[in-house]
C-alpha cells in the first residue's frame, strides 16, 4: 500500500480525493482538505511537485518579474505576492529587471518562455506587445501591477487623481505657494509615473487659478533624495514655499528631517504630504495617501489565479484602479497668516 493510500485511510476519504486536497488540483472542501493534511503531517509525506508536474502540466510555481528588491514599494509588493501564491499552493521564482535591454531580453526569450512556471506576474514593468503575445502563446496566463498593460488583467492606482487630491488637501488649507518635490521628469519609471503625479499636481493648480512655475524639483525615491532637496529649497526664507507635495513618503520624510535641522517647524511654517502609506509615515507624523502595496500583489495574484482555474477562457483584458486613502497627521495645517 502507497503511502498516499495511507493518508487517505487516515483521513477517511478515497485516494483520489486525498491526492486532490494535497496537490490544489480539484475542490474538496476545507473540512476534507484539513483532515487530509493532519493525516499527511502524521504519516510525514510530502507531495512531490516533481511527479505532479508531470501529471498535471504545472509547475505550481509562478514567475515574478520586478525592476527594484530593495526598495519599499516594491518589496511590499512582493511580500503581498508570496504571501497569496503560498496560500495557493504556488513557489515562486524572482526575476529582477535592470535597465539593461540584453538582459530584459534574455529573461524574456529564455528564461520565461522554457517551462518553469505557470505564469508570470509583472511589477512597475510594461511589458511589450511582443513579450504579451510571447508568453501567451505559450499558454502562459499574465497579471500586471502599476498601469494598464494591453491585453492582459492588470491594477494600479490613478496617480494623477491621486496627486491632484494630495495637492487639492494642501490648497484646502490655504496653501498657494505649493512645491511638489517628484522623480526625474527626464528618467521616467515605466507608466511614467512622474509625469502622472506632476500632471496631476500641475491641473489641482490650474484649477486653483494658480500660476505653474517654478513648482518643481527632481528627487531620488528614497529619504536621502528628499533630504538633499529639502536643504536646498528650504533654506531661503524669501523663496521657501509654505507646502510641498512629495511624490512619495521617503521623499517626504527626507524634507521632513532636512526641515527640522534647520529648525523650520512642520506643520506651523511648513506643510508636507507624501503619497504610499509606508510604515515610517506614523512616527514622523506624515500626512499621506496611502495605497497598500501588499493588497495590490496579492490582488494581482488573484487576477493570475483566476485565469489558471480558467485556462481554456480567452484572454482578459481589463485594468483595475485601486483607491487610495488619505491619512490626515499633524504634517499639514492650515496655512498661518504670517506664513512667508
Known amino acids: ?26 475542490y474538496v472542501s476545507d473540512e476534507t482538505r484539513r483532515r487530509v493534511e493532519d493525516a499527511a503531517s502524521e504519516l510525514g509525506y510530502v507531495v512531490s511537485s516533481t511527479a505532479a508536474s508531470l501529471v498535471t502540466g504545472r509547475t505550481r510555481n509562478v514567475a515574478v518579474v520586478i525592476p527594484y528588491i530593495n526598495r519599499w514599494y516594491f518589496a511590499e509588493v512582493l511580500e503581498g505576492i508570496e504571501a497569496a501564491l503560498v496560500r495557493a499552493g504556488y513557489d515562486l521564482t524572482l526575476y529582477r529587471l535592470s535597465t539593461d535591454s540584453d538582459l530584459r531580453r534574455r529573461v524574456f526569450d529564455y528564461f520565461l518562455v522554457r517551462k518553469r512556471v505557470d505564469a508570470v506576474i509583472s511589477v512597475a514593468i510594461d511589458l511589450s506587445p511582443q513579450e504579451v503575445q510571447l508568453l501567451q502563446s505559450l499558454g502562459k496566463p499574465l497579471a500586471g501591477i502599476g498601469g494598464r498593460i494591453e491585453g492582459i488583467p492588470s491594477l494600479s492606482i ?8 494630495a495637492t487639492e488637501h494642501l490648497l484646502s488649507l490655504g496653501h498657494r505657494r505649493i512645491m511638489h518635490v517628484g522623480g526625474d521628469q527626464n528618467e521616467q519609471m515605466d507608466f511614467r509615473v512622474h509625469s ?22 527632481d528627487a531620488e525615491f528614497s529619504i536621502e533624495g528628499g533630504y538633499a532637496v529639502g536643504l536646498a529649497v528650504l533654506g531661503d526664507p524669501r523663496t521657501r514655499p509654505t507646502a510641498i507635495f512629495a511624490g ?40 499621506t495617501l496611502a495605497q497598500q502595496p501588499g493588497a495590490q500583489g496579492a490582488r494581482a495574484v488573484e487576477l493570475l489565479l483566476n485565469q ?13 484602479l485601486l483607491p487610495t486613502a488619505l491619512t490626515v497627521r499633524t504634517s499639514t495645517a492650515v496655512r498661518r497668516d504670517n506664513a512667508i
Open 158 to 165: 490613478d496617480d494623477v487623481e491621486t496627486a491632484r487630491l
Open 248 to 287: 512619495c513618503d521617503e521623499i517626504a520624510i527626507g524634507i521632513t528631517v532636512a526641515a527640522r535641522q534647520l529648525g523650520i517647524s512642520i506643520p506651523r511654517e511648513l506643510s508636507v504630504i507624501g503619497i504610499d502609506g509606508h510604515p515610517l509615515a506614523e512616527m514622523f507624523g506624515l500626512t
Open 196 to 217: 502622472q503625479r506632476y500632471m496631476g499636481f500641475s491641473q489641482a493648480l490650474r484649477n486653483a487659478g494658480i500660476a505653474v512655475d517654478d513648482d518643481f524639483r
Open 1 to 26: 500500500m502507497s503511502i498516499l493510500a495511507d493518508v487517505a485511510r487516515i483521513a477517511g476519504v478515497s485516494k483520489s480525493t486525498a491526492s486532490r486536497a494535497l496537490s490544489g488540483r480539484g
Open 308 to 320: 489558471l482555474e480558467n485556462a481554456t477562457a480567452a484572454p482578459l483584458d481589463k485594468h483595475l
